[in-house]
């Protein structure tokens, strides 16, 4: 006999601190942004390989780059060329921010958090994948800054690790875009006249359109993307 359907909650639950601020935020990025969305595909091939490369350099101090480290110091490098995307709406002005404090979206089992890692810009891949670590750890034992908490200039949020091929990602106000990354998978591609199989990684950028317009947030993706397919670019 098949096992009885499990049971339903028979109760409420009660909102969390945390739920009714994962809550406004979200209404407050639906309601006070226009946002749009563009994607692209990424050969993830060079990076994956690269990644190894790195990792096994650093063995000894035992650092480990991640693929979302990469990611990161792909943005960070992003937004140096493109300054704009470091920037927030008022109705008066483009507010520019002095440094590049990149969001990384964590999941606690108490929900959602999107603290930053501060003034990315001229921190290496190592730098990067060890404040990436120490931002994670810190952020599940309660140990965040409020700078950390509430000082995020962009934001990156990866749901690749749960085998998610593409999604959309909601702005965190005041930040003008949020980038969204699927998963790596082996997929047919064409390379020089001739099938081939490479790891494509889906992106999608969202983008407040009151900072930034289309053809802005095309060029800017490619430019994460031109990194990533070209990783040594990132530690030259």
Not at 131 to 153: P, W
Not at 172 to 193: E, M, N, Y
Request: proline share 6%.
């Amino acid at each position: 006999p098949s096992a009885p359907p499990a049971a339903l909650l028979n109760e409420d639950i009660p909102l969390s601190g945390m739920r009714k601020a994962i809550a406004r935020t979200v209404i407050r990025s639906k309601a006070d942004q226009p946002d749009f969305w563009v994607t692209v595909n990424v050969e993830m091939t060079a990076a994956l390989e690269a990644r190894k490369q790195f990792n096994h350099s650093m063995a000894d101090i035992g650092v480990r780059v991640s693929v979302n480290d990469m990611i990161l110091k792909a943005v960070a490098l992003s937004i140096e060329k493109h300054p704009k995307w470091n920037m927030s709406y008022t109705d008066e002005k483009l507010v520019a921010h002095p440094n590049i404090n990149v969001g990384v979206a964590i999941a606690l089992d108490q929900g959602l958090m999107v603290p930053a890692i501060l003034g990315c810009q001229g921190k290496s891949l190592r730098d990067i994948a060890i404040a990436s670590k120490d931002l994670g750890a810190r952020a599940r034992s309660g140990g965040l800054t409020q700078e950390e908490m509430t000082g995020g200039t962009f934001s990156v949020s990866n749901l690749g690790m749960f085998g998610i091929n593409e999604f959309s990602a909601i702005i965190f106000p005041p930040q003008p875009g949020i980038l969204a990354i699927g998963a790596s998978t082996p997929t047919p591609v064409v390379k020089d006249g001739e099938l081939a199989i490479g790891n494509i990684m889906k992106m999608t950028l969202s983008v407040d359109h009151r900072v930034n317009d289309g053809a802005e947030g095309a060029v800017f993706i490619n430019e994460i993307k031109g990194f990533l397919e070209n990783p040594l670019s990132m530690v030259l």
